[in-house]
T-cell receptor, first 112, second 115 residues
Framework: SQQGEEDPQALSIQEGENATMNCSYK?????LQWYRQNSGRGLVHLILIRSNEREKHSGRLRVTLDTSKKSSSLLITASRAADTASYFC????????????FGTGTRLKVLA | SQTIHQWPATLVQPVGSPLSLECTVE??????LYWYRQAAGRGLQLLFYSVGIGQISSEVPQNLSASRPQDRQFILSSKKLLLSDSGFYLCAWSGLAGERGDTQYFGPGTRLTVL
């Protein structure tokens, strides 16, 4: 089964609304990352949050991490049509190995 | 600045034919290198990763292999392709230390269709 699983699988919102995506994982992590993928393209790194951090911001992005619940959320505020993409969380399995396990992703569609 | 290249961008191959996908990184030294496969509408499956020349770790047993003949070159190969090998193949690199070292940087991907 997946180490990281995003929820919901698909999300459709109107431009200007906020979009929230969740990620759950099973084992202890060093850090958790969020990536974005436009259709047919490679992934682009958005934000990294370490296990000792609870919240991190980057522009319109806000990421939270709850290690007790083994979950993270990505909030995109004031969404734009250009935010339409798939969003993935990635977790490392073991310290120092630099391996990451990606979730199944949330497909976000922002309607203009 | 660092850049990562993958080629070809698209590939259509018959079942049973060989495969060679290449990935190169510029602007960094001794990166960790990764090969992932993504099925349509799905997440990424880690296939191989490498922490140095000639060092390959395989994550999923299958008819694919990987090699790292040079520090910044990572090759994905198969002797005989299967229909199930179709997918979107992504190469990525990451550094070794610090926060930057934990981030993965992805290439543009190769879309492989096996017929």
């Amino acid at each position: 089964s997946q180490q990281g699983e995003e929820d919901p699988q698909a999300l459709s919102i109107q431009e200007g609304e906020n979009a929230t995506m969740n990620c759950s994982y099973k084992t202890s992590i060093n850090n958790l990352q969020w990536y974005r993928q436009n259709s047919g393209r490679g992934l682009v790194h958005l934000i990294l949050i370490r296990s000792n951090e609870r919240e991190k911001h980057s522009g319109r992005l806000r990421v939270t991490l709850d290690t007790s619940k083994k979950s993270s959320s990505l909030l995109i505020t004031a969404s734009r049509a250009a935010d339409t993409a798939s969003y993935f969380c990635a977790t490392d399995l073991t310290s120092g190995t630099y391996k990451y396990i990606f979730g199944t992703g949330t497909r976000l569609k922002v309607l203009a | 600045s660092q850049t990562i290249h993958q080629w070809p961008a698209t590939l259509v191959q018959p079942v049973g034919s060989p495969l060679s996908l290449e990935c190169t990184v510029e602007g960094t030294s001794n990166p960790n290198l990764y090969w992932y496969r993504q099925a349509a509408g799905r997440g990424l499956q880690l296939l191989f990763y490498s922490v140095g020349i000639g060092q390959i770790s395989s994550e999923v047993p299958q008819n694919l292999s990987a090699s790292r003949p040079q520090d910044r070159q990572f090759i994905l190969s198969s002797k005989k392709l299967l229909l199930s090998d179709s997918g979107f193949y992504l190469c990525a690199w990451s550094g070794l230390a610090g926060e930057r070292g934990d981030t993965q940087y992805f290439g543009p991907g190769t879309r492989l269709t096996v017929l």
